[in-house]
């Protein structure tokens, strides 16, 4: 809480896709600026296992399973977090998944559970929660896109396609609540140094034929840094957009890419 942080005291938070990665460390970075959340997924062990650190840490942290594309749970999702955390302040819709094929392979059913997951699972945990914010007045909704949301890439046709929507959808929500009080943004990094990005190293060392070596060096070509970025860089921008700092941003896609992709 010091050293100039954001001050989140008080607050209450839902972070989806919060068992591990990205997910876990906003969390965490909520929980010390001085929120209490709410962390759901799929993996009941992982988010209860984030929730029990959190909790060591003197925080107040739960964890509710929860698959954001199945509309009924996000509903459940929603009456346990009022249970829980009473009103909610914050929504970070992380929970994601990466895929990557060459067009002419991928299939349908990769297209629709990339949308599914990505792009649908905002959709139904924004239209859960914010309405709640707008009635109060105040709220932070914040979305983990991705730059390939805002431009595109060969073999990632589905999961840009997704991100783009995600983006979208961020922008024409925090125009139809801008005078609420409640705002509506997306961070958008690069290539982070989480699981999803050691299975695309996996992915392309198979595809490819390269080195482990070879294919984190492709990847790293993409950030005029030389470096992957931190699950607490982007955690931090997030708490950022959380903030009451950052009250007059609401639309916008924030970009954390080490300077590779310039607008």
Not at 78 to 99: Q, Y
Request: charged share 20%; proline share 3%.
């Amino acid at each position: 809480m010091s050293g100039g942080r954001p001050r989140l005291a008080g607050t209450t938070a839902v972070i989806t896709g919060g068992g591990r990665g990205i997910g876990r460390a906003v969390a965490e970075a909520l929980v010390e600026r001085g929120a209490a959340v709410l962390v759901a997924a799929r993996s009941a062990d992982e988010i209860e296992a984030t929730a029990a650190a959190l909790r060591e840490r003197g925080a107040e942290a739960h964890a509710v399973p929860c698959d954001v594309t199945d509309e009924a749970a996000v509903a459940r999702l929603a009456a346990a977090a009022e249970e829980r955390l009473g009103a909610v302040d914050i929504l970070v819709n992380n929970a994601g998944a990466a895929f990557a094929q060459p067009l002419h392979r991928l299939s349908l059913q990769e297209w629709t559970d990339t949308l599914a997951v990505n792009a649908t699972g905002p959709f139904l945990c924004t239209r859960a929660f914010l309405p709640g914010m707008v009635q109060r007045g105040r709220g932070r909704v914040v979305a983990v896109a991705s730059v390939a949301g805002l431009t595109g890439a060969p073999y990632v046709a589905a999961y840009a396609a997704a991100k783009h929507a995600a983006v979208g959808f961020v922008r024409a929500v925090a125009a139809e609540v801008a005078a609420s009080g409640v705002t509506v943004n997306a961070v958008c990094p690069g290539y982070v140094d989480t699981d999803m990005t050691s299975a695309s190293i996996e992915r392309i060392v198979a595809r490819t034929g390269r080195t482990e070596e070879e294919a984190r060096a492709a990847i790293l070509e993409h950030s005029p840094q030389g470096r992957l970025l931190g699950a607490d860089e982007v955690a931090a921008a997030v708490a950022f957009l959380c903030s009451e700092d950052a009250r007059g941003i609401t639309g916008e896609a924030l970009v954390l890419d080490g300077g590779g992709l310039r607008r």
